[in-house]
């Protein structure tokens, strides 16, 4: 099995900073994408910012500019660097990882991580 563990969130200032990390460990061959999604209270969950192996990142809109994705495929990790922060980032985010082949599997996986809180406020 593969496991997703999240670390990096909490209460922060409008303006603020905050930058999450996922690991992912098990029996893992590659991961193609990695991906940080959001949900806030009595929102459905949305995807935030995406990255595969050989292809730009993408981000909603309304981090562009402001939120960073990165991974370090050595260690099966993926970051998020949120500057600016604002009062509507407020949400759990999530970390997924998709197209996950294990050894000896030819068939791709999903898996998502537990989710961390992330509270913008003064």
């Known amino acids: 099995q593969v496991h997703l563990v999240e670390s990096g969130g909490g209460l922060v200032q409008p303006g603020g900073s905050l930058r999450l990390s996922c690991a992912a460990s098990?029996?893992?061959?590659?991961?193609?994408?990695m991906g940080w999604y959001r949900q806030g209270t009595g929102k459905e969950r949305e995807l935030v910012a995406i990255i595969s192996s050989g292809v730009r990142p993408n981000y909603v809109d309304s981090v562009k500019g402001r939120f960073t994705i990165s991974r370090d495929n050595a260690r099966n990790t993926v970051y998020l660097q949120m500057n600016s922060l604002k009062p509507e980032d407020t949400a759990v985010y999530y970390c997924?990882?998709?197209?996950?082949?294990?050894?000896?599997?030819?068939?791709?996986?999903?898996?998502w991580g537990q989710g961390t809180q992330v509270t913008v406020s003064s």
């Open positions: 098990g029996n893992i061959f590659s991961i193609n994408t």
């Open positions: 997924n990882a998709d197209r996950v082949y294990l050894r000896g599997s030819m068939t791709p996986q999903n898996y």
